[in-house]
């Protein structure tokens, strides 16, 4: 009787499952990040020249940035729609956790615009020549920090959903807190470029992400309930 | 006493709304807000549900202040606001099971008959975008007979409904109250509620404009 016990477990998945619904019914927007993603890392060659050197050598830190502000661009979206419309009252509204009902809102939002984002990488490696022993630890530290970046977004997006023009803002609060998690993915593959050793930096990741997880949606929740009061 | 407000007051951009407002609800009681545009009806409503705070006073359910009783009471109000939270891309039956997950269900709802007795049947799998204003709204209303909540805080539920909808919408009222629940709500329109008692506070009222 998993459907009437009503638990926090059915909430979590109800919650995903409405999102991941409402995303693929929205199929237009769905590809809006991940084509960012594509047009900003290609057209480096193009600007920089394709001398394989030059380009293997800043290939980790553009596919770093430009994942980040893919993420970034999607962050908006997160709350806006159900705050439009009142959804988010009724979440907020429900007897159940709002921290549980974020946390189910951000790991769809993740899986429909950081997802993507991880399997295109490689293919945008090759395009940069990045060595193939970098190609593990580009998808691994996306894998790790691409999360880090949804969870931490959702607390500024939280914030600022109220606002009219949050954009602006939202980059503000968001991008200082992002920095980290560029230092460490850009840096390890780098590292794994130069055949460095790189398991501390995907660990220092690692810690970033378990952290987010455990406080980003208590501060997510808390900022929703200042937006709509 | 299921529900009582003491000493609430609001202000909203420095402007005293109302204060010093007092009501006690206990169940089979139906409380009516009225007062003129901007006469703080609104913001009434959505601090009996914790989504606004008041300057001053509180809400207290079953004598705890809510703040303390906090998951017990959210578990017992179903709040239908101007934005009736229902999302356009999804068909009524989803918006309706979602609406289940959220809040204490009531137990063997059938969602067929639920959008039935809302004069839904037969748009159970349209999208909402695709409906009316007066059927988004029912829509809406739905939710309120999928839950088991004692509390219901409705603003303007009549909105768009056409005449049948508000004679369908009073009769789930007048259910909901006989079986010992509470309804508050706001409404330009005159109910016909009888056979229960109905109190009435008149926001416009309480702090004569500047």
Same mark, same amino acid.
Request: aromatic fraction near 6%; proline fraction near 5%.
């Given at each position: 009787?998993?459907?009437?016990?009503?638990?926090?477990?059915?909430?979590?998945?109800?919650?995903?499952?409405?999102?991941?619904?409402?995303?693929?019914?929205?199929?237009?927007?769905?590809?809006?990040?991940?084509? /960012?993603?594509?047009?900003?890392?290609?057209?480096?060659?193009?600007?920089?020249?394709?001398?394989?050197?030059?380009?293997?050598?800043?290939?980790?830190?553009?596919?770093?940035?430009?994942?980040?502000?893919?993420?970034?661009?999607?962050?908006?979206?997160?709350?806006?729609?159900?705050?439009?419309?009142?959804?988010?009252?009724?979440?907020?509204?429900?007897?159940?956790?709002?921290?549980?009902?974020?946390?189910?809102?951000?790991?769809?939002?993740?899986?429909?615009?950081?997802?993507?984002?991880?399997?295109?990488?490689?293919?945008?490696?090759?395009?940069?020549?990045?060595?193939?022993?970098?190609?593990?630890?580009?998808?691994?530290?996306?894998?790790?920090?691409?999360?880090?970046?949804?969870?931490?977004?959702?607390?500024?997006?939280?914030?600022?959903?109220?606002?009219?023009?949050?954009?602006?803002?939202?980059?503000?609060?968001?991008?200082?807190?992002?920095?980290?998690?560029?230092? /460490?993915?850009?840096?390890?593959?780098?590292?794994?470029?130069?055949?460095?050793?790189?398991?501390?930096?995907?660990?220092?990741?690692?810690?970033?992400?378990?952290?987010?997880?455990?406080?980003?949606?208590?501060?997510?929740?808390?900022?929703?309930?200042?937006?709509?009061? | 006493?299921?529900?009582?407000?003491?000493?609430?007051?609001?202000?909203?951009?420095?402007?005293?709304?109302?204060?010093?407002?007092?009501?006690?609800?206990?169940?089979?009681?139906?409380?009516?807000?009225?007062?003129?545009?901007?006469?703080?009806?609104?913001?009434?409503?959505?601090?009996?549900?914790?989504?606004?705070?008041?300057?001053?006073?509180?809400?207290?359910?079953?004598?705890?202040?809510?703040?303390?009783?906090?998951?017990?009471?959210?578990?017992?109000?179903?709040?239908?606001? *101007?934005?009736?939270?229902?999302?356009?891309?999804?068909?009524?039956?989803?918006?309706?099971?979602?609406?289940?997950?959220?809040?204490?269900?009531?137990?063997?709802?059938?969602?067929?008959?639920?959008?039935?007795?809302?004069?839904?049947?037969?748009?159970?799998?349209?999208?909402?975008?695709?409906?009316?204003?007066?059927?988004?709204?029912?829509?809406?209303?739905?939710?309120?007979?999928?839950?088991?909540?004692?509390?219901?805080?409705?603003?303007?539920?009549?909105?768009?409904?056409?005449?049948?909808?508000?004679?369908?919408?009073?009769?789930?009222?007048?259910? *909901?109250?006989?079986?010992?629940?509470?309804?508050?709500?706001?409404? *330009? *329109?005159?109910?016909?509620?009888?056979?229960?008692?109905?109190?009435?506070?008149?926001?416009?009222?309480?702090?004569?404009?500047?």
């Amino acid at each position: 009787m998993r459907e009437a016990d009503g638990g926090l477990g059915h909430v979590f998945i109800s919650v995903l499952m409405r999102d991941l619904t409402l995303a693929f019914r929205h199929r237009g927007e769905l590809a809006n990040p991940l084509m /960012f993603f594509v047009m900003v890392v290609s057209l480096f060659p193009l600007g920089i020249g394709p001398a394989p050197s030059t380009l293997a050598e800043i290939a980790p830190g553009i596919i770093w940035v430009a994942a980040l502000l893919a993420s970034m661009l999607a962050l908006d979206a997160m709350f806006r729609t159900d705050f439009e419309d009142g959804s988010l009252e009724q979440m907020a509204l429900s007897h159940h956790p709002l921290s549980v009902i974020v946390l189910a809102k951000v790991l769809a939002h993740w899986l429909i615009t950081g997802l993507p984002l991880l399997i295109v990488a490689p293919l945008l490696g090759v395009l940069l020549y990045l060595p193939d022993n970098a190609m593990v630890v580009l998808v691994l530290s996306l894998a790790l920090g691409t999360p880090v970046l949804s969870l931490v977004g959702a607390i500024g997006t939280g914030l600022t959903v109220g606002l009219k023009r949050g954009g602006v803002l939202l980059s503000l609060l968001v991008l200082p807190l992002y920095v980290p998690v560029l230092i /460490f993915g850009a840096l390890a593959v780098n590292d794994a470029t130069a055949g460095l050793n790189v398991t501390g930096h995907l660990y220092l990741m690692g810690a970033l992400l378990v952290l987010s997880i455990a406080l980003s949606p208590l501060a997510t929740a808390a900022a929703i309930r200042v937006s709509i009061g | 006493m299921l529900i009582a407000a003491r000493d609430l007051a609001c202000e909203r951009d420095d402007r005293l709304l109302f204060s010093d407002l007092n009501f006690q609800l206990a169940a089979r009681e139906i409380l009516q807000v009225e007062g003129r545009n901007g006469s703080g009806k609104t913001s009434l409503l959505r601090i009996v549900c914790g989504l606004a705070l008041a300057s001053s006073g509180g809400i207290y359910w079953r004598d705890q202040p809510v703040e303390r009783v906090r998951t017990d009471y959210l578990g017992q109000i179903n709040y239908l606001g *101007h934005h009736a939270g229902v999302k356009a891309e999804l068909t009524p039956l989803e918006n309706l099971r979602f609406a289940q997950a959220l809040t204490n269900p009531r137990r063997d709802v059938d969602l067929g008959a639920v959008l039935g007795r809302l004069s839904l049947r037969g748009f159970e799998d349209v999208p909402c975008r695709m409906l009316s204003a007066g059927q988004n709204r029912r829509v809406g209303l739905a939710r309120l007979l999928v839950s088991d909540a004692l509390l219901w805080v409705l603003d303007e539920p009549f909105t768009a409904l056409d005449r049948k909808g508000i004679a369908d919408v009073e009769d789930i009222f007048l259910e *909901h109250v006989q079986a010992g629940g509470i309804v508050i709500l706001t409404t *330009h *329109h005159t109910t016909r509620l009888d056979g229960c008692t109905v109190k009435v506070i008149d926001l416009s009222a309480e702090v004569p404009g500047p």
